[in-house]
């Protein structure tokens, strides 16, 4: 009797430690901070030249993981107004922020979608197919706050789910 306690309180502490280990992995241990260089943080892509272009942003805070191509997130205001923006830089259809870690809170993903919903806040190209299927967007709102992260587009969607790519759908680089 005895040794079945000791053997079920194994089994239960190991599942507690897998526990807790696999949380600290996914919600700390693979992310890292991206230190602000100072210019070129946050690029949207033109409307007449097609590239992706440095744009103001100030307070940038950003993070990354190389575990997966959608981890990143950025936060980061600008003084540049939306209907500049507009008039300048590509709009993104289609933009759904992607929940990041709640150590991370400048960037809170409910919120944000719910400002792109009630059009509060536009969505941007950064770079189309930054990596082979994914796409960095930011969203900036009216009163200059902007979020950046990675949109799985259609070429990634059809290379995951092995639907056949087409013409539209950039080289894989298979290194």
Avoid at 21 to 44: C, K, N
Avoid at 85 to 96: A, I, M, Q, R, S
Avoid at 120 to 144: H, K, M
């Amino acid at each position: 009797m005895t040794s079945g306690k000791v053997l079920a309180g194994a089994i239960v502490l190991s599942g507690l430690v897998a526990g807790v280990a696999v949380y600290y992995l996914q919600v700390y241990h693979f992310y890292e901070e991206i230190p602000a260089s100072g210019h070129g943080d946050v690029t949207l892509t033109s409307v007449v030249t097609g590239v992706p272009e440095p744009i103001i942003a100030d307070d940038f805070q950003a993070i990354d993981a190389d575990s997966s191509p959608i981890r990143y997130r950025a936060c980061f205001t600008t003084p540049m107004s939306i209907p500049m923006l507009t008039e300048t830089y590509e709009l993104y259809d289609g933009g759904e922020p992607r929940v990041a870690p709640g150590w991370f809170d400048c960037f809170d993903a409910e919120a944000i979608g719910a400002q792109i919903d009630a059009g509060t806040a536009l969505v941007f190209v950064s770079e189309r197919n930054r990596e082979f299927g994914i796409d960095r967007v930011v969203a900036i709102t009216d009163d200059g706050r902007g979020y950046v992260w990675h949109e799985v587009n259609d070429c990634g969607d059809k290379a995951y789910d092995g639907t056949p790519l087409g013409d539209d759908c950039p080289e894989r680089d298979t290194n």
